[in-house]
């Protein structure tokens, strides 16, 4: 733009203007490098810090306004060095993120400074990879990723083991047909009650949003957008199926069923809460809908599972009966995952890109 200016005017002003201007940007980027500076030495000292359990007691308004500022300062790392020399700034829509180069008790990662109009919104270390596998980004992950995604669709298609346990799954379903339903009307309610009950206090939602978005950001997810869809396609369906199919429903299935479901009943409310159309632009709403509906019956799917254990067990079938109808289920669940994973890449990279 300032190129453009400097042709409509004579040329020595011409050249001043474009002059002052990268002036002015360098001005501005040398100013918020150094805030960025200041800001990570005030957050090492305490200043930032705010305990949360000052909320408590408060009116609900200035208990938000605590939890937000709790959450966008965490404390500082115990062991935390950083690098001030050697700070990296990206843009960001309506600000930008100051980078600087940290180590945590000898793992690496990095200070996020996010800067707003001019004022410090956000501190947090985030270590290197965060909690991911290093090999998720390698490209020997990435084709192993694609075998298995049209591997899997091929096979169903066939006469392979793959294609028996999918119909042996299924079968199993509509012998429980009664408790398959039972459990979809109660854990797809509870994310939908979630949903209803957020529009009594957005300013909760939004909360729940930070809090949900520091999270991720700690994983790692954040930094899985570079790889593209198929990056950011197994990212999702990795740390979906290992915490959220079986370390957070098939291992509490285990024990006759009820945790997964107590677990899961939690976790639908919660969800339905933080991601209710109240605090979403409605669009985005609409294209993310599939995803939610998708993931969500895997979850559903491990934990009939495990209630189908219990009835097993306690009929008389047996324990181990009860357990290959788990592990039918994972499998099914797993699909839905793969599915889940692709669309939900797709979606964030591409359907809702503004």
């Known amino acids: 733009m300032l190129r453009r200016v400097a042709f ?41 810090q705010v305990d949360p359990s000052q909320a408590l007691g408060k009116p609900a308004e200035e208990a938000i306004r605590l939890l937000e500022r709790s959450l966008a300062f965490p404390p500082a790392p115990q062991e935390l060095l950083v690098n001030l020399n050697e700070p990296i700034e990206e843009p960001i829509p309506s600000g930008s993120i100051v980078k600087f180069p940290a180590t945590v008790a000898g793992r690496g990662g990095e200070v996020r400074v996010t800067i707003r109009e001019g004022v410090v919104t956000r501190i947090g270390f985030a270590p290197e990879g965060g909690l991911l596998p290093g090999w998720l980004k390698s490209p020997l992950a990435w084709v ?8 899997w669709l091929a096979a169903l298609r066939g006469n392979s083991a793959l294609a028996r346990w999918w119909a042996e799954g299924w079968a199993l379903v509509r012998q429980y047909r009664g408790l398959y339903l039972g459990t979809n009307i109660g854990l797809y309610g509870l994310f939908a009650l979630g949903g209803l009950v957020a529009y009594t206090n957005p300013q909760m939602v939004r909360l729940m949003q930070e809090l949900v978005g520091g999270a991720l950001e700690q994983i790692g997810l954040g930094s899985a957008l570079a790889g593209g869809v198929l990056g950011l396609a197994i990212v999702i369906f990795y740390w979906n199926f290992t915490n959220g199919l079986l370390l957070t429903t098939a291992v509490p299935g285990l024990f ?11 976790r639908y409310f919660v969800l339905g809460f933080a991601l209710s159309p109240v605090a979403l632009p409605t669009v985005n709403y609409l294209l993310h809908l599939p995803t939610i509906v998708v993931e969500l019956q ?33 499998y099914l669940g797993a ?8 669309y ?8 809702m890109r503004p």
Do not use: C
Not at 144 to 151: C, D, H, I, N, Y
Not at 256 to 266: D, S, V
């Open 144 to 151: 192993l990723f694609v075998a298995l995604s049209l591997g």
């Open 298 to 330: 895997a979850y559903i799917l491990v934990t009939f599972g495990g209630l189908v254990l219990m009835l097993k067990t306690l009929r008389g079938e047996g324990y181990r009966a009860g357990l290959r109808a788990l592990g039918l289920t994972v």
């Open 344 to 351: 939900e890449a797709f979606s964030i990279l591409v359907l």
């Open 256 to 266: 006759l069923g009820i945790p997964a479901l107590l677990f899961n009943a939690l």
């Open 335 to 342: 699909f839905f995952l793969l599915v889940g994973a692709w």
């Open 8 to 48: 409509l005017v004579s040329p020595p002003i011409g050249r001043w203007l474009l002059a002052a201007g990268l002036l002015l940007g360098l001005a501005m980027a040398q100013s918020n490098l150094e805030l960025a500076r200041q800001a990570v030495q005030d957050w090492q000292a305490g200043k930032y």
